[in-house]
């Protein structure tokens, strides 16, 4: 184990804690943002660091292609490589595979898809996984897990819970950095609660040194999703991190750290940055809109990043999506509004005002009070009383629930 | 505006300084204009800016052209002008009609209600009334007049033609101009020695602050530069600064100098930049640096070289060891290529960032060799070093 977790405030099941890496001392919980090639697309590293960004993802599939990790590894590690002093995340590959490829065939051996390069059948094995991930060199690498879209029902995702129950050993197995690198297993088993317990139970007792959640954000409801989360949360061990992959929307962040999760990891603020999209308090704001065009203030009144204190929304929605510039600044604006998140959630709970917190966050994004009901639903298991922000219910809430 | 000349060299050749704006010191001429689109650099963020030479790199040059995309004169007058939309008080805005890159003269549309311009929103006529209504909302530090620049293959009569606009456009442009900006009268006249040279002198008997030369870059071959560059400086007033558009490799801009041109623009760095090439050619002394050199990396030569090379697949070394930039203080050639190959932004951010601060660098030698003195020798060195540098790749390659 290459990593400590000290909780230093709760507030039910939500925790505050730092998470010592081998390159970072971190603070949860906390957005990780994705550098799918050694970089996050338009920012420079020290951005980054100024923008408070603790750990950022490299993905395993991408790097393993080009470069290669065998460059990565000869150069270093992807840390000297991208000159990034924090802490890195790296994933399994699998998932890239899958999702990419439409070809990407899993059998109890691996992951079986067709070479981008040259179009020949490649395999990619749990053991190669980890042998990748330890010459990448990343604070936290990924096992490889079956991954299947929570869509699909029935007895595949049976197969596929079982199957990286019996591949986390295989990972285990292969890992050759355990003391300077973090294994972290990642639970599966679909929608269904009495898979996911199997998962969980199955997974702690190899006592890896943090813990996933994995196989959401795939098209699933928000209903199942927050529940999957909630259950997870709640049979894994209170001493060690918790990552809900593949999430980043703000408000999903709020409700999984009120449930108890760390960590967080998402495409979304830069993706939707390069879109012309800003995140807000109020939700988000779409500055390729006409409106903008006379609009003289910044994208964020309340925001104190590079961007919000030198530029008018007028200005970004002339560069937005038809220079490099716009995206790069959105970027920067988004992430650093992600960070201030993570570092509000952070704060609030140690400071033992989180429930208010919450209801802050939900009061700007719902002014009507229409805060939805899978929000609500997890806030009361979260025990968090929320009933302030939902008192103005809207005319279309009331036909919903009719 | 403030503007002082302080060594000559040759008759021609000479350095000055040059006082505007908030600018947070004097700036020494001959001097870059930094590219921009929309007024920030093209990939270098705003917050990069104070890492680059200063006060060298104050000046940038901005297109009022590029704001008739999605922003009104009034919403930028509303913000409170260029400095204060940009977040750059501490800069001096300097506002030409042409960029070099994706806002180009059209002569066959210009006709004499206004100037036309190939842009990336569709060719655009601008008439003098709406450029003065584009600068007054701007509000840059100086300013070009609206020109009609031709290339040098149009006739005669076109050629005369664009002279004549072009000084009438002078008077229309500073009868409608804002207070406060210096006005940089434009001089035409395509490769007619004569034009050049009534332009010039058309230009110098009006009340400017000083001089913006275009109609350069524009088809004239290397060789007949020099005589046009001459009739138009040797015709304008010593005391005002001369900014020339469309001069950009290191060989142009020797030439320009030589000429007495103190103000350039930067065009050669974006070009580099999207080419994936990196400036490498010795600044102090300018001697061979050989190991900066590779023979197999594809169309480098001896100034820069072409970071799509394979050869910096695994080149863990700077561009350049000695070099102060962000770029070479943490990033490796490796890196760069592998963001090139990847097709990530950061690759031009890193290299536009690494070329800005060369070029600065190449200036600063140019004006230390004005100053001592030692212009000519210094010119003579660069361009046979660059040649006998070039001979013995050749030779290496045969
Ligand atoms: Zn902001
Ligand atoms: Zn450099």
Known sequence: ???????????????????????????????????????????????????????????????????????????????????????LLTDSGGFQMVSLLHLADITEKGVTFQSPVDGKPMLLTPEESIQIQNRIGADIIMALDDVVKTTITGPRIEEAMYRTLRWIDRCIAAHKRPHEQNLFGIVQGGLDPVLRDICVRGLVERNLPGYAIGGLAGGESKDSF????????????????????????????VVCSALGADMYDCVYPTRTARFGTALVPEGVLKLKHK?????????????????????????????VTKDAMGS?????????????????????????????FVCEFLQKMFPEGN???????????????????????????????? | MKFAVKAWNNGRA????????????????????????????????????????????HLLQVCPLHFLEGLSPKTISNIGGLHQMLGLHDYVLAAVGRDSIQCLPECNSTNKIGASFETPCGRLLIKPVEYMELISSLRPNLWATLADEVPTWVSEKRNKTSVDRTIRWLDE???????????????????????????????????????WIGGFGLGESMDERPALLNAVTDTLAEEKPRLICGLGLPEEVLQGVAAGIDLFDSVYI???????????????????????????????????????????????????????????????????????????????????????????????????????????????????????????AAAAQA
């Open chain 1, 291 to 319: 409106a903008m065009a006379d609009d003289t203030r910044p994208i964020d009144p309340t925001c104190a990043c590079m961007v919000c204190k030198n530029y008018t929304r007028a200005y970004i929605h002339c560069l």
């Open chain 2, 14 to 57: 000479r350095s000055g300084v040059l006082q505007l704006g908030r600018c947070p010191s004097p700036i020494e001429t001959p001097s870059l204009l930094l590219s921009t689109r929309k007024g920030l650099p093209f990939f270098i963020p705003p917050d990069f800016l104070p890492s680059l030479p200063s006060p060298d790199s």
């Open chain 2, 173 to 211: 442009c500073i009868a409608l101009s804002p207070a406060g900006g210096a006005v940089f009268g434009a001089i035409v006249g395509g490769s007619s020695i004569e034009e050049r040279q009534r332009c010039a002198q058309e230009v110098a008997g009006r009340n400017v602050s000083g001089y």
């Open chain 1, 328 to 356: 790069q600044l959105l970027s920067y604006h988004n992430l650093y509004y992600m960070m201030k998140l993570s570092r509000d959630l952070h704060t609030s709970i140690i400071q033992e005002r989180f429930p208010e």
């Open chain 1, 226 to 253: 927050w529940r999957v989360v909630a259950q997870c949360t709640a049979a894994l061990p209170e001493d060690k991190p918790r990552y809900v992959m593949g999430v980043g929307y703000p408000l999903d962040i």
């Open chain 1, 371 to 402: 805060v939805p009901e899978w929000v609500c639903n997890a806030m009361e298991v979260a025990g968090i009383d929320i009933s302030c922000c939902c008192g103005k219910t809207s005319g279309i809430d009331l036909l919903l629930l009719q």
């Open chain 1, 1 to 87: 184990m290459a990593l400590r977790f000290e909780i230093l405030g709760r507030f039910n099941r939500a925790r505050a804690a730092q998470l010592t890496l081998p390159h970072f001392g971190c603070q949860t919980p906390l957005f990780m943002p994705v550098g799918t090639q050694g970089t996050i697309k338009g920012l420079a590293t020290n951005q980054l660091e100024e923008i408070g960004c603790q750990i950022i993802l490299g993905n395993t599939y991408h790097l393993a292609l080009r470069p290669t990790s065998e460059l990565i590894d000869e150069l270093g590690g992807l840390h000297k490589f991208m000159n990034w002093p924090r802490a």
């Open chain 2, 270 to 392: 974006y070009h580099l930049t999207l080419g994936g090439f990196a400036l490498t050619f010795p600044l102090d002394g300018l001697d061979v640096n050989e190991s900066d050199f590779q023979q197999s990396d594809f169309g480098s030569d001896p100034t820069k070289i072409n970071l799509r090379a394979t050869v910096y697949r695994k080149d863990p070394s700077p561009i350049i060891k000695s070099c102060s930039c962000y770029t070479c203080q943490n990033h490796t050639k490796a890196y760069i290529n592998h963001l090139l190959n990847v097709h990530e932004m950061l690759a031009q951010i890193l290299l536009e960032i690494h070329n800005t601060h060369h070029y600065l660098g190449f200036f600063r030698a140019i004006r230390a060799a004005v100053k001592s003195g030692n212009f000519e020798q210094f010119r003579q060195q660069f361009i046979e070093g660059r040649r006998d540098r070039l001979a013995v």
